[in-house]
C-alpha cells in the first residue's frame, strides 16, 4: 500500500522492459516502420538477457550472388543483441551498438527455410554491455555468429531543478 492507500504494483525492471519492448516492436510492424520489418525480422520471444528473433529470407534480402546479404545477418544479429541488452537496463537508460563483430559461417540461399538467432547477454555493467548471437538454420547448422558492445546512457538527473 501506498501513503495514500493506493495499491502500488512492483513490476521488475526486465519485466516493464520486454513490454516496451513488445510495444515498439508491434508498432513497427503495424505501421511499416524500421529496417527489421522492411527486411522480415521477427520477433520470436523476449526474456531477460536473452531474446531470439527470426528470418524467413527473401528476394528483399539477397546479394548480387542471390545469397542472403552479411549486412542483412549482421542486423538480423545487432537488433537480436541489442534487444537482449535492452531487457537488463533499468527505466529510462538507453543504448547504442559501439562495436559489432561477425563471423559468416555458411552461405544462405533464398530457399525459403526460416534463420533462427538467439542472443545472450555477457555483460551489462553502468556504462557498457556486451552480448553474443548465433544465427542457425532449421537443422540447427550454424550460419554466423558474432558479439557486440554496447555504449549504455544513464538517465541526466535534473539537478534538483
Do not use: W
Not at 538480423?76 to 537496463?89: E, N, Q, R, W, Y
Request: hydrophobic residues 35%; aromatic residues 4%; contains cysteine.
Amino acid at each position: 500500500m501506498n501513503t495514500n492507500g493506493t495499491e502500488v504494483t512492483t513490476e521488475p525492471t526486465s519485466a516493464a522492459r520486454i513490454r516496451e519492448l513488445h510495444t515498439v516492436l508491434e508498432h513497427g510492424v503495424n505501421t511499416g516502420q524500421g529496417v527489421g520489418v522492411s527486411l522480415g525480422v521477427t520477433v520470436e520471444s523476449l526474456e531477460e538477457g536473452r531474446t531470439v528473433y527470426y528470418l524467413d529470407p527473401s528476394p528483399a534480402t539477397i546479394n548480387a550472388m542471390y545469397a542472403v546479404h552479411g549486412g542483412v545477418l549482421a542486423t538480423l544479429m545487432d537488433t537480436a543483441m541489442g534487444s537482449a541488452v535492452f531487457t537488463k537496463l533499468g527505466d529510462g537508460v538507453l543504448y547504442t551498438t559501439l562495436e559489432l563483430k561477425v563471423n559468416f559461417i555458411r552461405t544462405v540461399r533464398v530457399d525459403g527455410e526460416r534463420l533462427r538467432c538467439e542472443a545472450n547477454t555477457i555483460h551489462v555493467g553502468r556504462s557498457t554491455a556486451t552480448a553474443e548471437a548465433r544465427i542457425t538454420d532449421p537443422s540447427g547448422k550454424l550460419i554466423a555468429h558474432g558479439s557486440c558492445t554496447c555504449m549504455i546512457f544513464q538517465p541526466q538527473s535534473n539537478g534538483g531543478a
